[in-house]
T-cell receptor, first 118, second 115 residues
């Protein structure tokens, strides 16, 4: 397996369910991200983990709970979601590094989990 | 991060070069130009990035003007699979003081490659 993988690819859940999204990166990166992409809206950054510590939380409701047990894995635990939370949830990873001509901390994205909340 | 302006859509014939423009007239000296693309309902795919110099990789070339106020992404031989929304993003790298992890995606350019 290469790059960034996400499971499940599709998820339908009721408002009272609890589910988790999983992300795994096989790139040896030290930072991982959760983004949300709603229909016809730009990508929204939700959480950032750097070296397994949460470094950014962009005012995300507490019904979304991230977990980063190690540098390769990232989870998003979901509970009591609302229909407006239906969206494509994307995971990304990055590693800051210098090359001869420039610094790079490029974020590489997974395929996403399409979530539908009924 | 500096704001970018891209045309909402472009067409290109298969096999021809696709040249996608981006204006970023308020870019500051420590901001990089990144290009991503997103094929419908898939995760964004990194294409290329640069600071001042032109860059080339196996996917594309990036031409940045000398004043850095605009750039052009070039796909040398477009294929049908290159049909996607292309995003031009300018951002400060995360090493430049403070944390700057956010990628701000605008509306991008829908490139349609026609047979």
């Amino acid at each position: 397996e290469t790059g960034v993988t996400q499971t499940p690819r599709h998820l339908v859940m009721g408002m009272t369910n609890k589910k988790s999204l999983k992300c795994e990166q096989h790139l040896g990166h030290n930072a991982m991200y959760w983004y949300k992409q709603s229909a016809k809206k730009p990508l929204e950054l939700m959480f950032v983990y750097s070296l397994e510590e949460r470094v950014e939380n962009n005012s995300v409701p507490s019904r979304f709970s991230p977990e980063c047990p190690n540098s390769s894995h990232l989870f998003l635990h979901l509970h009591t979601l609302q229909p407006e939370d239906s969206a494509l949830y994307l995971c990304a990873s990055s590693q800051g590094d210098w090359t001869q001509t420039r610094y790079t901390d490029t974020q590489y994205f997974g395929p996403g989990t399409r979530l539908t909340v009924l | 991060d500096a704001k970018t302006t891209q045309p909402p859509s472009m067409d290109c014939a298969e096999g021809r070069a696709a040249n996608l423009p981006c204006n970023h007239s308020t870019i500051s000296g420590n901001e990089y130009v990144y290009w991503y693309r997103q094929i419908h309902s898939q995760g964004p795919q990194y294409i290329i990035h640069g600071l001042k110099n032109n860059e080339t990789n196996e996917m594309a070339s990036l031409i940045i003007t000398e004043d850095r106020k605009s750039s052009t992404l070039i796909l040398p031989h477009a294929t049908l699979r290159d049909t996607a929304v292309y995003y031009c993003i300018v951002r400060v790298a995360s090493h430049s003081g403070g944390s700057n992890y956010k990628l701000t995606f605008g509306k991008g350019t829908l490139l349609t490659v026609n047979p």
